[in-house]
């Protein structure tokens, strides 16, 4: 059964360092998602992604976030210069239909970054 | 602004009983809704989901009832098993829109 892969599942990283999270979603999916955890909170919205670009932010994803799509098959989150609030699981998803309100949500098994 | 809570944090059911988890939502666009188990260290998974023009869908032992007029849905196991311990998340989104989870409610399936 298909599914969305991530990578790391943990990395370590000291304050102000690069981190960069990978994801390869399924391979006829359209839409491309990240998403966090904080520990003990809820799963909150990063980013979604389509055709290429952002098609929607929420505030967590100031200029410090980045995404990328740099081939046919891995979506990237890249935040650029981590803080120890970065800290959490994320989660990356993707989503295959392309209009209408159907299309489940698949989720990888999440990258746990931890912000020193 | 919570859109969506799951106001139980958390839930204990006797294994065979039926579990019942609930959700509320503020958004009056929101049109379709979706249920996530997610068991710890793992990504959540998709459950079972309705749309709008429904107010009930049903999946093997997962039940889903959505009350349109009180802003309200519903997840019933029948009958729980251990296995069903996990925390549920309850998910919406509007037409365009992304899915905007509530904040979950664990559950505890007792043999």
């Known amino acids: 059964e298909p599914e969305v892969t991530q990578t790391p599942s943990h990395q370590v990283t000291q304050m102000g360092q690069e981190v960069i999270l990978r994801c390869v979603p399924i391979?006829?999916?359209?839409?491309f998602y990240w998403y966090r955890q904080i520990l003990g909170q809820k799963v909150e919205f990063l980013v979604s992604f389509y055709n290429n670009e952002i098609s929607e932010k929420s505030e967590i994803f100031d200029d410090q976030f980045s995404v990328e799509r740099p081939d046919g098959s891995n979506f990237t989150l890249k935040i650029r210069s981590t803080k120890l609030e970065d800290s959490a699981m994320y989660f990356c998803?993707?989503?295959?239909?392309?209009?209408?309100?159907?299309?489940?949500?698949?989720f990888g098994e999440g990258s746990r970054l931890t912000v020193l | 602004d919570q859109q969506v809570k799951q106001n139980s944090p958390s839930l204990s059911v006797q294994e065979g009983r039926i579990s019942i988890l609930n959700c509320d939502y503020t958004n009056s666009m929101f049109d379709y809704f979706l249920w996530y188990k997610k068991y710890p260290a793992e990504g959540p998974t998709f459950l079972i989901s309705i749309s709008s023009i429904k107010d009930k869908n049903e999946d093997g032992r997962f039940t889903v009832f959505l009350n349109k007029s009180a802003k309200h849905l519903s997840l019933h196991i029948v009958p729980s098993q251990p296995g069903d311990s996990a925390v549920y998340f309850c998910a919406a989104r509007s037409s365009g829109q992304n899915f905007v989870f509530g904040p979950g409610t664990r559950l505890s399936v007792l043999p």
């Open positions: 998803a993707s989503r295959k239909t392309s209009g209408g309100n159907t299309g489940e949500l698949f």
């Open positions: 391979s006829n999916h359209l839409y």
